[in-house]
């Protein structure tokens, strides 16, 4: 009897010492990953559920695999020990059930996709008409990446799972967990022949290149947040080009291998995905294999469409405000004896307010749209010192002006173009006299659209011009407040740019659609000289209420024949200086005829409307509301953050009583 106490009690010992161990195996393996790192960053609640999950699965199955065989091993029981090893096998059962059960029920409530998802897009990485390919996965997982986000050596990434933030599944992260990097100008990537980096201004050929990452043929810009849609197959699902080459197409007419055996194009990719997701909601609503039906997916979509939206949003806030149009100053200097004008421009990416809370992108000379008014003197000796600031091309061409062949600004015939962190110098003698402008040469279509133009006056030394008591330089234009997308598959092969259109909602008065239109204030009897210049793709018809106008010159030169009228047809690049005399008190109008122009967006009233008020004059309690709301609109701006200096002017010039 006391053999068998003695041997009972060597067991109990060493089942206590068993139980003490696996505790301790299951202490350092739940926290193995923090011992590893020397800074512990804590971890949401999510994330340590899936973290552990595995590890206490693992290590209650050792647990209980291990009494097992101790109550093999150990053939005579008593009823105490049957109890405990009943206790320590059931118990971590329960426990470890439970813990899932609850851990998955957690993770498919406050995930994004509320519960597991199987995503796919196709890939293909180009560098200098190089394919290249990540490196091949070792082991028995076939894998690179992590059990959310990978690929399988197939060009195809595969989002499976619990999604609990779309940013888990980006583009970058997916580079790196697979072991490389993404950016805007950056694309780093394992392959079976070492690490490969590409970035801006790396050669291909010889010549700068860049990246450009295109889904489902449309150029991204932040290729680093963009989250494939959520398609279980491909097509639909995304097909990304990663491209590293010369120039800088919007678009591309390449596509995916899967979508080429599939015959899909990306002309009917919207139409076709919509057909596909009506079948697949069918099949899916009697799935159930634990994937989301498709008004999930639906749900999903918007997310990450709202996602991309807010990318481009904090992209624009990014961007440096624009400032409220001057008249750039020219510094003197002399050389030889010779007195020259020097002025100094440059061109980079601005946030501009088109009209009242409307802020877009657009490219400015000097922060500024239109750019700052240059004005000279026939004959003078000018140099201009353009930098380019931002990631185009550009240059700029003297409208009006008859310089030198090679001072004209058109790129591949007088100049080649100014690339981005260069400077070109222009110099020619101004002339003739009038009113002129200035605008970029490089696909005009779409860089005039973006804002690259300005105002030059070349004054006429032996022209009076004291009879007029005020001077007004209008600048019009139109613009497209949506998203500047092009539409070719390729760039030209002679101009080197992409096809572009623009539908426009937004008609321009220097810059502002009413009412951010800044009101002219007048006093009556003055005699105003008004000088309009066409820089938008349309024909203007400016119509005056209550008065009328002479036209004096037309592009620069005097008008023979010298006739009033109140409605002035003006074409694209026309520029007409009008006499005016201020006789018939009121507040009026002065506005382009062409109804659709006087719309913001297809609502009235709005676009290309210019206010004429007389000063002393008590304006309608109708126009007073309006002023009223204008100004308490910018009040508000004003408290703001970011609010452009044009329209803490323009709240200014709104109180005319």
């Known amino acids: 009897m006391s053999t068998n106490n003695t041997f009972l009690n060597i067991n109990y010992k060493f089942l206590i010492l068993l139980v003490v161990f696996l505790i301790g195996v299951l202490g350092v393996y739940a926290h193995g990953e923090e011992d590893g790192h020397v800074e512990v960053q804590e971890e949401s609640m999510a994330e340590v559920l899936k973290s552990k999950s595995v590890a206490y699965v693992i290590v209650t199955s050792i647990f209980i695999l291990a009494l097992v065989l101790f109550s093999i091993f150990l053939k005579k029981r008593s009823e105490s020990l049957n109890w405990i090893l009943f206790l320590g ?178 002309e009917n990719q919207d139409t076709m995905r919509s057909s596909s997701s009506t079948e697949n909601s069918e099949d899916e609503h009697d799935n159930s294999d634990g ?31 624009e400032e409220s149009q001057s008249t750039l100053d020219p510094e003197i200097i002399y050389e030889d004896g010779k007195e020259i004008k020097v ?68 790129p591949g015939i007088t100049q080649q173009v100014v690339k981005p962190k260069e400077t070109f110098t222009y110099e020619f003698v101004a002339g003739p006299s009038g009113t002129h402008a200035y ?13 690259m133009y300005g105002p030059f006056i070349v004054e006429d030394p032996a022209e009076d011009n004291s009879k007029y008591d005020r001077e007004i330089v209008w600048m019009l234009s139109s613009f497209n407040t949506k998203k500047h997308d092009h539409i070719a598959e390729e760039s030209d092969y002679f101009s080197g740019h992409a096809q572009y259109k623009a539908e426009k909602d937004a008609f321009l008065i220097n810059g502002k659609a009413f009412p951010a239109t800044t009101p002219i204030s007048v006093k009556e009897n003055e005699l105003i000289k008004m000088r309009l210049i066409n820089m938008g793709k349309e024909p203007y018809s400016m119509h005056m209420h209550g008065h009328s106008f002479i036209v004096t010159h037309k592009d620069g030169f005097p008008v023979e024949n010298k006739q009033e009228m109140d409605t002035l047809p003006i074409l694209p690049g026309e520029r007409y200086d009008l006499e005016m005399r201020m006789k018939n008190k009121g507040a009026w109008v002065f506005h382009d005829h062409i109804t659709p122009h006087v719309t913001n967006d297809g609502f009235y009233p709005g676009g290309m409307i210019g206010l004429i008020l007389y000063e002393n004059f008590e304006i309608p309690e109708s126009l007073r509301d309006l002023l009223g709301k204008i100004t308490e609109y910018n009040k ?3 408290e703001m953050e970011h609010v452009p200096e044009s329209m803490e002017q323009e709240d200014h010039s709104m109180h005319m009583e």
């Open 89 to 266: 096998i059931a118990l971590p059962v329960i426990f470890a059930t439970v813990y899932l059960a609850g851990s998955t029920i957690y993770l498919n409530t406050t995930s994004v996709t509320k519960g597991p998802v199987h995503w796919h897009a196709d890939y293909q990485i180009f560098a200098c008409g190089e394919r290249l390919q990540l490196v091949d996965p070792e082991g028995i997982s076939n894998k690179i990446g992590s059990s959310v986000m990978h690929e399988h050596n197939d060009d195809r990434m595969h989002v499976e799972g619990v999604v609990m933030d779309l940013e888990d599944v980006n583009l970058g992260n997916y580079f790196e967990i697979a072991g490389g990097h993404l950016e805007k100008n950056l694309i780093m990537l394992p392959t079976n022949e070492g690490q490969k980096a590409y970035g801006e201004g790396d050669l291909c050929k010889g010549q700068e290149s860049n990246l450009k990452v295109y889904v489902n043929g449309k150029k991204i810009e932040n290729p680093e947040k963009y989250v494939p849609s959520p398609e279980q197959n491909v097509p639909p699902g995304d097909c990304i080009l990663f491209e590293f080459s010369q120039g800088n197409a919007e678009t591309t007419d390449k596509l995916c291998e899967s979508w080429e055996a599939n015959e899909w194009t990306y």
């Open 291 to 321: 994937h989301h039906d498709m008004d999930g997916m639906e749900d999903i979509s918007h997310e990450i469409e709202e996602m991309s939206d807010m990318e481009d949003q904090k992209a624009l806030e990014d961007l440096p405000l």
């Open 343 to 410: 002025f100094r421009m440059w061109i980079e990416a601005i946030k501009k307010e088109i009209r009242p809370g409307v802020y877009v992108e657009a490219w400015g000379f000097n922060r500024q749209v239109p750019g700052p008014e240059l004005r000279v003197d026939e004959g003078d000796n000018v140099r201009v010192i353009f930098e380019n600031k931002h990631n185009k091309d550009h240059t700029i061409h003297w409208h009006g002006q008859h310089v030198q062949n090679s001072m004209d600004g058109v």
């Open 636 to 638: 508000k701006a004003t």
């Open 439 to 451: 605008h970029c040469h490089v696909d005009t279509d779409h860089h005039i659209d973006m804002g």
